[in-house]
Nanobody, 123 residues
Framework: QVQLVESGGGLVQAGDSLRLSCTAS????????MGWFRQGPGEARGFLGG????????YYEDSVKGRFTISRDNAKNTVYLQIHNLKPEDTAVYYC????????????????WGQGTQVTVST
């Protein structure tokens, strides 16, 4: 089992960049594929993308390609979500998730979730 804690959210202005972090407990972080999701006000939680166990491959939903970058540092048990050119519609709670079977591109494969971090983008 793995516990996940997100950080890095806050109030930002449109056009800013932001990097969210998700730190995992335990010594087997590298055995999990990792993903990011978000839930905007009044919306269902949506998948943003994922990263393979060794960080060599990433997948992004079409809606975020080009502005969002997922990376990981297995030595630090941490996965990151970099967001560029933030827009008001990016306002959401952002969640990281872990997936033990390695299928980082499939949103239904994620088993473990963090508590989320709020990102609010002002105009």
């Amino acid at each position: 089992q793995v516990q996940l804690v997100e950080s890095g959210g806050g109030l930002v202005q449109a056009g800013d960049s932001l990097r969210l972090s998700c730190t995992a407990s335990g010594r087997t972080f590298s055995s999990y594929a990792m993903g990011w999701f978000r839930q905007g006000p009044g919306e269902a939680r949506g998948f943003l993308g994922g990263i393979s166990r060794n960080g060599g491959t990433t997948y992004y939903e079409d809606s975020v390609k080009g502005r969002f970058t997922i990376s990981r540092d297995n030595a630090k048990n941490t996965v990151y979500l970099q967001i560029h050119n933030l827009k008001p519609e990016d306002t959401a709670v952002y969640y990281c998730a872990a997936n033990s079977d390695g299928s980082f591109y499939h949103p239904r494969a994620y088993d473990y979730w963090g508590q989320g971090t709020q990102v609010t983008v002002s105009t």
